[in-house]
């Protein structure tokens, strides 16, 4: 692939892989950094070919390394990852993926950029904000949305992360479709409380009250209404199966992971959101499951729980990279 043939690939894909490159370029990758960004290529094509591409500019991160000056794009990557800023880092970030995908699928062609959001969190933040229509929405961590009302549609769309829906209308404003939008699609809620997640492929609906009428982008005739204590993931031509939820699947609100037999890998990728860096969890001691009641102001506890409570330690390669694996006597 030349340089010019930017490939259609979509936001966040693009984003992640200039993550994986950033920490490559760190001079401080691991075996076990190496094994992460093995798997998260192999997990779907368009992230072997996010790659591939910036493989194939690589000469352009020369040219950006004689700009940055003698640090290099190494110490760009390197002061990105370890900055305490969230928004620095993301902002880091966010200009390399400009530097290689302009273009690329028009995301970055859109009305609105992607990261010039209305309303975003950082890194481990919680926010919770009412709209003019009474519309209560909740931002978990490393979210951002857009918020677009006007005279005949009330539309939030989610850049990136996770949302607590509790739509509102104001007495005597005009009645106006509500809609939340995502990467693969629209949701348009029947008065109700609901929960959107952003995810690297897909969006994942959990909803608590009401209903939710779900439209993927690419397959409009397979819409669904998805109702009160159940869950679907979408993807743009396709909805899954309902699966049921309880109500602990909206602990995060209350900045808490209510964890009940939960996979060890699955409760580490979870509190990952909640930190800065990257937290992975050794297929070794994947399977373990843990209970209980985790607030996520401090992840560094959460961890010391773990470890008391399992046969496992964390071994960190720097200060923001660390692995959950099999205690070592």
């Known amino acids: 692939m030349s340089a010019s043939a930017r490939p259609d690939i979509p936001e966040h894909v693009a984003l992640r892989a200039v993550e994986w490159w950033m920490e490559m370029q760190?001079?401080?990758?691991?075996?076990?950094?190496?094994?992460?960004?093995?798997?998260?290529?192999?997990e779907h094509p368009d992230h072997d070919r996010a790659w591939q591409h910036i493989a194939s500019v690589s000469q352009r991160f020369k040219g950006l390394a004689r700009t940055l000056g003698p640090a290099g794009a190494q110490g760009a990557a390197r002061a990105a990852l370890t900055n305490p800023a969230a928004a620095k880092r993301r902002a880091g970030i966010k200009a390399l993926a400009?530097?290689?995908?302009?273009?690329?699928?028009?995301?970055?062609?859109?009305?609105?950029?992607?990261?010039?959001?209305?309303?975003?969190?950082?890194?481990?933040e919680r926010r919770t904000v009412t709209l003019a229509d009474g519309t209560r929405l909740t931002l978990n961590t490393d979210t951002a949305i857009d918020v677009r009302f006007s005279s005949t549609e009330r539309r939030i769309r989610l850049v990136r992360g996770e949302i607590m829906v509790a739509t509102g209308h104001r007495d005597g404003a005009p009645a106006r479709p509500f809609v939340v939008e995502t990467a693969q699609?629209?949701?348009?809620?029947?008065?109700?409380?609901?929960?959107?997640?952003?995810?690297?492929?897909?969006?994942?609906?959990?909803?608590?009250e009401g209903a939710v009428r779900v439209t993927p982008s690419d397959a409009?005739?397979?819409?669904?209404?998805?109702?009160?204590?159940?869950?679907v993931r979408f993807m743009r031509e396709q909805v899954d199966a309902v699966e049921p939820i309880d109500d602990?699947?909206?602990?995060?609100?209350?900045?808490?992971?209510?964890?009940?037999?939960?996979?060890?890998?699955?409760?580490v990728a979870e509190l990952d959101r909640y930190r800065r860096g990257r937290l992975?969890?050794?297929?070794?001691?994947?399977?373990?499951?843990?209970?209980?009641?985790?607030?996520?102001?401090?992840?560094?506890r959460v961890l010391q729980a773990?470890?008391?409570?399992?046969?496992?330690?964390?071994?960190?390669?720097?200060?923001?990279?660390?692995?959950?694996?099999?205690?070592?006597?």
């Open 98 to 124: 400009v530097l290689l995908f302009v273009g690329s699928g028009g995301w970055l062609a859109r009305e609105h950029a992607p990261w010039r959001a209305d309303l975003s969190t950082a890194v481990g």
């Open 26 to 42: 760190s001079g401080e990758s691991s075996a076990e950094h190496a094994a992460a960004f093995d798997r998260w290529r192999a």
């Open 306 to 329: 773990v470890t008391n409570t399992l046969p496992v330690e964390v071994v960190f390669v720097t200060r923001y990279w660390g692995t959950v694996r099999a205690a070592r006597s």
């Open 248 to 267: 602990n699947d909206a602990a995060w609100t209350d900045g808490l992971i209510v964890a009940s037999g939960m996979r060890l890998d699955d409760f």
């Open 220 to 231: 409009r005739d397979r819409a669904r209404v998805v109702r009160a204590g159940q869950r």
């Open 280 to 300: 992975s969890c050794d297929p070794a001691v994947a399977g373990l499951r843990i209970s209980g009641t985790f607030p996520l102001a401090d992840t560094d």
């Open 185 to 208: 699609g629209d949701l348009q809620p029947l008065g109700t409380r609901f929960a959107v997640r952003q995810m690297s492929t897909l969006t994942r609906l959990d909803v608590f």
